[in-house]
């Protein structure tokens, strides 16, 4: 395992989809991923690894964007801003990649759930990956609308 790049993520259901989506790609040993318990702790641990880490060299952070992808953005572009980083007003479409200030600390890739656009979690990520056409989304789409709302 390259333990020289770290994911954070929110939770144990983050954890697992992007530990299969990396194996899936070919990388599954491309990164240590940390499931951080919630998006504070996450928060708190990439403000501390931005300036304390000495043997990372890339840190990536997934994150759902809930309900305002702007206010999340906020609060991560705040803690890159403070680290002596020079993130960009807003994330890129396709991922945002910001280069380390120095030499001596990491890079650092963002994504915002689902898609570093719109509001939204995990769920709606997923389902992004799926092809528009498929038809066992349709039928899982009913089956849920059909559930009671008791």
Request: charged share 20%.
């Amino acid at each position: 395992m390259n333990k020289k790049s770290l994911l954070l993520v929110e939770g144990k259901d983050d954890e697992h989809v992007f530990y299969s989506l990396l194996e899936h790609y070919g990388f599954p040993d491309c990164f240590q991923i940390k499931d951080c318990k919630g998006i504070e702790n996450l928060l708190e641990v990439f403000r501390v690894q931005l300036v304390k880490t000495i043997d990372i060299t890339t840190i990536g952070a997934v994150v759902d964007a809930d309900e305002s992808m702007e206010n999340r953005w906020t609060s991560i572009y705040s803690i890159l801003m403070n680290a002596g980083y020079a993130p960009p007003k807003s994330p890129n479409q396709n991922g945002t990649i910001i280069v380390p200030p120095d030499l001596f600390r990491p890079s650092v890739g963002v994504w915002i759930m689902p898609d570093n656009q719109t509001p939204g979690i995990l769920e709606d990520f997923v389902q992004c990956l799926v092809p528009a056409r498929d038809e066992l989304l349709t039928y899982a789409r009913d089956c849920v609308a059909s559930i009671p709302q008791q």
